[in-house]
């Protein structure tokens, strides 16, 4: 029997190494990659991010494999957050009191009456976006996308015009938003914080006599059966992104990465056209139902404004601040400088 020398077996082993590396079957083990998503999967955002998960798959030719958890059957944002950190889920989808705990700064962007419009709002995400990413990466994360998920508009029994008259009502939100309700608190409003389910529950027992939220939810939820008028001023963008943790991010081969982050601009951009087309329709759903808007005139406006100015302090200051002190100068730094140049 002949013996193979020791040159022609070193020659076979790098061969086979070879084959190994280069042949797809051996040369790819599958990532497989949960993203939790408290949107239904019949929305926007799940539509949205079931795209963006085939768009992974097809690009790295199978390699990562995205399984979405829509409708909060992976927990609340407090409860994903920390299976994303503990890596037994690797992304998710979060809004602003969810990304509070990573990046906190970025609750500055939601300070009551601050922003005003949408073209505002660009103007601060283009300034601070970098700067709010980079942050988020020191502390573990990265962030995939942003996506902004219309206004914060005030529904109420009665037509309101000025804080005062707000000042008077019971204003209901959700329990889980606790930095908001902070700061709603120090601007002297009689907060009822409820679980978002029972929100309708406390305007139809009288526990609450308005409500603070998107136009979306309302119109979903039915609250507007009862808080029947929509102030038509702005409280706050409502903002969203997708976190993954930097463990997952790092194991992601590096060519991958440029058409992957576009697939997720790509979702970021589908989204933000959808929310305002839907935010839209929910509004113009409910005027048709019986929601009555209340147009405030420019001087009203600056009424609200020049209000949640005199607690600026408040807001600001201390030793545990609502916002942060130095994100919201920044943010309101931008603005005066757009505001003059308009």
Same mark, same amino acid.
């Given at each position: 029997m002949k013996i193979f020398s020791r040159? &022609?077996? $070193? /020659?076979?082993?790098?061969? !086979?190494?070879?084959?190994?590396?280069?042949? +797809?079957? /051996?040369?790819?083990?599958?990532?497989?990659? &949960?993203?939790?998503?408290? %949107?239904?999967?019949?929305?926007?955002?799940?539509?949205?991010?079931?795209?963006?998960?085939? *768009?992974?798959?097809?690009?790295?030719?199978?390699?990562?494999?995205?399984?979405? /958890?829509?409708?909060?059957?992976?927990? *609340?944002? =407090? $409860?994903?957050?920390?299976?994303?950190?503990?890596?037994?889920? $690797? %992304?998710?989808?979060?809004? @602003?009191?969810?990304?509070? =705990?990573?990046? +906190?700064? !970025?609750?500055?962007?939601?300070?009551?009456?601050?922003?005003?419009?949408?073209?505002? !709002? #660009?103007?601060? !995400?283009?300034k601070v976006k970098s700067d709010l990413n980079e942050r988020i990466q020191r502390n573990g994360f990265v962030n995939l996308a942003w996506a902004r998920a219309g206004w914060i508009k005030i529904f109420t029994r009665s037509p309101i015009v000025t804080p005062d008259d707000l000042r008077r009502l019971r204003?209901?939100?959700? @329990?889980? #938003? $606790?930095?908001?309700?902070?700061? /709603?608190?120090?601007?002297?409003?009689?907060?009822? +914080?409820?679980?978002?389910?029972?929100?309708?529950? @406390?305007?139809?027992?009288?526990?609450?006599?308005?409500?603070?939220? =998107? +136009?979306?939810?309302? %119109?979903?939820?039915?609250?507007?059966?009862?808080?029947?008028?929509?102030?038509?001023?702005?409280v706050a963008p409502f903002m969203g992104g997708i976190l993954m943790n930097e463990v997952t991010w790092r194991r992601i081969p590096d060519r991958f990465k440029p058409e992957l982050l576009e697939a997720t601009k790509r979702m970021e951009r589908d989204i933000e056209a959808s929310i305002a087309g839907l935010e839209t329709e929910a509004i113009s759903t409910m005027v048709r139902h019986g929601l009555k808007i209340n147009t405030l005139t420019p001087a009203q406006q600056q009424v609200w404004f020049d209000d949640t100015n005199s607690y600026e302090n408040r807001l600001i200051g201390g030793a545990n601040p609502t916002f942060n002190r130095e994100y919201y100068l920044k943010v309101k730094d931008i603005l005066t400088e757009y505001r003059r140049g308009r």
């Open positions: 040159q &022609k077996l $070193q /020659f076979i082993f790098i061969l !086979l190494l070879l084959f190994l590396v280069l042949n +797809p079957v /051996f040369a790819q083990r599958t990532m497989n990659i &949960k993203l939790a998503s408290l %949107a239904p999967e019949n929305t926007a955002w799940g539509q949205a991010i079931n795209r963006m998960a085939a *768009d992974w798959a097809r690009i790295t030719n199978g390699l990562l494999n995205v399984t979405v /958890f829509h409708g909060g059957t992976a927990g *609340d944002e =407090s $409860q994903v957050m920390a299976l994303v950190r503990s890596n037994q889920i $690797q %992304a998710g989808v979060f809004t @602003s009191m969810g990304l509070n =705990s990573v990046v +906190p700064e !970025l609750m500055a962007v939601s300070f009551p009456f601050l922003i005003r419009n949408d073209d505002e !709002l #660009d103007e601060v !995400l283009g204003l209901a939100t959700g @329990s889980d #938003d $606790q930095q908001m309700i902070q700061a /709603f608190r120090l601007l002297s409003y009689q907060i009822v +914080p409820a679980n978002v389910n029972e929100l309708l529950f @406390s305007l139809q027992s009288g526990r609450a006599d308005a409500v603070y939220s =998107s +136009p979306i939810f309302v %119109a979903a939820n039915q609250l507007f059966g009862i808080a029947s008028n929509m102030s038509s001023i702005n």
